[in-house]
């Protein structure tokens, strides 16, 4: 197809999906198809992804994991570029995902694991094997992940022979059906920083199965997830991105009265335009590729976020995607790093797996064992090195926990921090020594507490309006179906590349407004490799429009 001039191309957002569509499209014929543009409203590339330093350790204060190895792009691109090659810096799970916890409950009872922790964690994990493999029962009425897990919980205990009664003492103050809800909460605390839903009740259960995993394991890069980002921005010519550009509204052709909007936003001259903060006249493009977080799109519509936040598009979004917005979940999920200052004589710090008391109990067993820890870091499952012997700690934190984490002084976290170490691993001049009953399952005094915090780091993507969030997930109500409309470009086409809208006479130009990232992904959504793979595929959708089909990925 032969074009008097080159389609202009702006792409929103420097993140993953945003570079990875401008390297497709500018590496896809050397520059020579698209005049490109990448807008980006902070002032570096990366988005959700940011590498740091803290404590002489490389961390990772937004995306951290190559989900699966084997067939992984990211894997192979950092393979390729050397990113995975040790430096001089030591990074952020160097030595794979944390084994041989210990788990404490509170109060500093180490559990017995043969006779708590590896049969709860075995339960759960056998349950959410299930869920992932799509062969877990949906009840209609309570349809969430939550239910589904409490459920197993209870059949385990109906299973079991005598019942689960309380163990027979309370020298700890635990019995055995307290101990098991604690460590089974503390998993499910860990699965929602891993979904970012604030409540498992909320994570749609039949969708479970949808989602994947490469093969092979998962690890992180030594010379940090930004490197990924660079690597792929250095093949763009110098100027392509633009910092410091915040978007407020794209006016666009729709062609249709039945997109709720009102007015057509561009009746006349180019197919699209964009407006940015403090800058009166528009940017033209043939075609905007869309890459801002779900967080900003809900913002938009007004669902999230300060007034005024988000990107505004005139003519309003077409129902469909509006809908598919709305439905989808969008959580916060923030990392706090801790500097310990070891104690004099004490060893490093352990995988601390921490089995909170439930806030459900009596008051008079809850006040033995609720001391002032803020209820902010109650629902926290671990502490732990960001690798072995590492005087870096780290916790993560999801939903309104993360997002108080965010708004609390560093004086106050660590404060909070020692009281709830202190419940954990008491020094052995504050707490009684001696064995402990094993019939309420514990097997001694946890080790000693090894030293104090003397600084933390933590992220804020919650209250940060580029983002307002950490990444999707499906939400009750909502279905991968929705992960599909959220990719679907506008105007919106029928079947042969028809508008649905039959009484149209003049159709509107073809691929105005194109979205990527990783709520825009079926399989691969809250992962940096539905970010790359979403990048690629609407950089294919373009090359295809303009049938540069020889084109080499």
Same mark, same amino acid.
């Given at each position: 197809?032969?074009?008097?001039?080159?389609? *202009?191309?702006?792409?929103?957002?420097?993140?993953?999906?945003?570079?990875?569509a401008?390297?497709?499209?500018?590496?896809?014929?050397?520059?020579?198809?698209?005049?490109?543009?990448?807008?980006?409203?902070?002032?570096?590339?990366?988005?959700?992804?940011?590498?740091?330093?803290?404590?002489?350790?490389?961390?990772?204060?937004?995306? #951290?994991?190559?989900?699966?190895?084997?067939?992984? +792009?990211?894997?192979?691109?950092?393979?390729?570029?050397?990113?995975?090659?040790? &430096?001089?810096?030591?990074?952020?799970?160097?030595?794979?995902?944390? =084994?041989?916890?210990?788990?404490?409950?509170?109060?500093?009872?180490?559990?017995?694991?043969?006779?708590?922790?590896?049969?709860?964690?075995?339960?759960?994990?056998?349950?959410?094997?299930?869920?992932?493999?799509?062969?877990?029962?949906?009840?209609?009425?309570?349809?969430?992940?939550?239910?589904?897990?409490?459920?197993?919980?209870?059949?385990?205990?109906?299973?079991? #022979?005598?019942?689960g009664?309380?163990? %027979?003492?309370?020298? #700890?103050?635990?019995?055995?059906?307290?101990?098991?809800?604690a460590?089974?909460?503390?998993h499910?605390?860990?699965?929602?920083?891993? #979904?970012?839903?604030?409540?498992?009740?909320?994570?749609?259960?039949?969708?479970?199965?949808?989602?994947?995993?490469?093969?092979?394991?998962?690890?992180?890069?030594? $010379?940090?997830?930004?490197?990924?980002?660079?690597?792929?921005?250095?093949?763009? +010519?110098?100027?392509?991105?633009?910092?410091?550009?915040?978007?407020?509204?794209?006016?666009?052709?729709?062609?249709?009265?039945?997109?709720?909007g009102?007015?057509?936003?561009?009746?006349?001259?180019?197919?699209? *335009?964009l407006?940015?903060?403090?800058?009166?006249?528009?940017?033209?493009?043939?075609?905007?590729i869309?890459?801002?977080?779900?967080?900003?799109?809900?913002?938009?519509?007004?669902?999230?976020?300060?007034? %005024?936040?988000?990107?505004?598009?005139?003519?309003?979004?077409?129902?469909?995607?509006?809908?598919?917005?709305? *439905?989808?979940?969008?959580?916060?999920?923030?990392?706090?790093?801790?500097?310990?200052?070891?104690? @004099? %004589?004490?060893?490093?710090?352990?995988?601390? $797996?921490?089995?909170?008391?439930?806030e459900?109990? @009596?008051?008079?067993?809850?006040?033995?064992?609720?001391?002032?820890? +803020?209820?902010?870091i109650?629902?926290?499952?671990?502490?732990?090195?960001i690798?072995?012997?590492?005087?870096v700690?780290?916790?993560?934190?999801?939903?309104?926990?993360?997002?108080?984490? @965010?708004?609390? +002084?560093?004086?106050?976290?660590?404060?909070?921090?020692?009281?709830?170490?202190?419940?954990?691993?008491p020094?052995?001049?504050?707490?009684?020594?001696?064995?402990?009953?094993?019939?309420?399952?514990?097997? %001694?005094?946890?080790?000693?507490?090894?030293?104090?915090?003397?600084?933390?780091?933590? =992220?804020?993507?919650?209250?940060?309006p580029?983002?307002l969030? =950490?990444?999707?997930?499906?939400?009750?109500?909502?279905?991968?179906?929705?992960?599909?409309?959220?990719?679907?470009?506008?105007? *919106?086409?029928?079947?042969?590349?028809?508008? &649905?809208?039959? &009484?149209?006479?003049?159709?509107?130009?073809?691929?105005?407004?194109?979205?990527?990232?990783?709520?825009?992904?079926?399989?691969?959504?809250?992962?940096?490799?539905? /970010?790359?793979? =979403?990048?690629?595929r609407? /950089?294919n959708?373009?090359?295809?429009?303009?049938?540069?089909?020889?084109?080499?990925?």
């Open positions: 197809m032969m074009v008097a001039k080159k389609p *202009r191309v702006v792409i929103v957002g420097a993140g993953m999906a945003g570079i990875t401008a390297h497709r499209l500018h590496t896809a014929s050397s520059g020579d198809h698209f005049d490109l543009c990448i807008v980006e409203a902070s002032h570096r590339t990366g988005g959700r992804i940011l590498t740091s330093e803290f404590a002489g350790d490389r961390i990772e204060m937004g995306a #951290t994991w190559i989900h699966g190895i084997r067939g992984s +792009p990211i894997h192979a691109l950092a393979s390729d570029i050397g990113a995975l090659a040790h &430096d001089s810096c030591p990074w952020e799970r160097m030595d794979g995902f944390p =084994s041989d916890p210990i788990t404490v409950a509170e109060g500093g009872t180490l559990i017995d694991p043969s006779l708590v922790v590896a049969p709860i964690t075995s339960l759960y994990r056998r349950l959410m094997d299930s869920a992932r493999a799509g062969d877990a029962p949906v009840d209609p009425k309570r349809p969430g992940v939550g239910q589904f897990l409490r459920h197993g919980l209870q059949e385990y205990r109906a299973s079991r #022979t005598g019942g009664g309380d163990g %027979g003492s309370r020298s #700890t103050d635990w019995n055995l059906e307290e101990l098991e809800e460590v089974f909460t503390m499910e605390f860990t699965e929602r920083t891993c #979904t970012s839903a604030d409540d498992l009740e909320e994570l749609n259960l039949a969708a479970e199965g949808e989602y994947r995993d490469y093969p092979g394991d998962h690890i992180t890069i030594a $010379q940090g997830y930004s490197r990924i980002v660079q690597y792929l921005a250095s093949a763009l +010519p110098r100027g392509m991105i633009r910092f410091g550009r915040l978007l407020q509204r794209i006016e666009w052709r729709s062609g249709s009265d039945d997109d709720g009102g007015d057509d936003g561009c009746r006349d001259g180019d197919p699209v *335009r407006y940015f903060e403090g800058e009166h006249s528009a940017m033209v493009a043939d075609h905007v869309v890459t801002v977080s779900l967080g900003v799109l809900k913002a938009g519509l007004g669902k999230r976020g300060e007034e %005024g936040s988000g990107v505004a598009f005139s003519p309003a979004l077409p129902v469909f995607k509006r809908e598919a917005i709305e *439905r989808l979940g969008f959580g916060v999920v923030n990392k706090l790093f801790m500097e310990m200052d070891a104690a @004099e %004589g004490g060893g490093p710090f352990p995988f601390l $797996q921490m089995a909170f008391a439930q459900e109990e @009596e008051e008079e067993d809850r006040r033995r064992r609720v001391a002032e820890i +803020p209820r902010w109650r629902k926290t499952a671990s502490i732990c090195p690798y072995d012997s590492s005087r700690l780290q916790a993560w934190f999801a939903g309104k926990e993360a997002l108080e984490l @965010e708004a609390l +002084p560093d004086e106050e976290v660590i404060r909070s921090i020692h009281l709830t170490l202190h419940a954990f691993l020094g052995v001049a504050t707490r009684a020594a001696g064995s402990v009953d094993r019939r309420c399952n514990g097997v %001694g005094a946890a080790p000693t507490y090894p030293g104090r915090i003397s600084r933390v780091k933590r =992220s804020g993507w919650g209250k940060d580029l983002f969030g =950490s990444y999707s997930y499906v939400a009750v109500g909502s279905s991968g179906d929705d992960l599909d409309l959220m990719a679907e470009p506008l105007p *919106r086409r029928g079947r042969g590349g028809e508008p &649905d809208d039959r &009484d149209v006479v003049s159709p509107p130009p073809a691929l105005q407004i194109l979205f990527a990232g990783e709520a825009t992904h079926r399989t691969h959504y809250s992962t940096t490799h539905g /970010a790359y793979l =979403s990048g690629i609407e /950089a959708r373009l090359l295809q429009h303009y049938r540069y089909t020889s084109a080499a990925l």
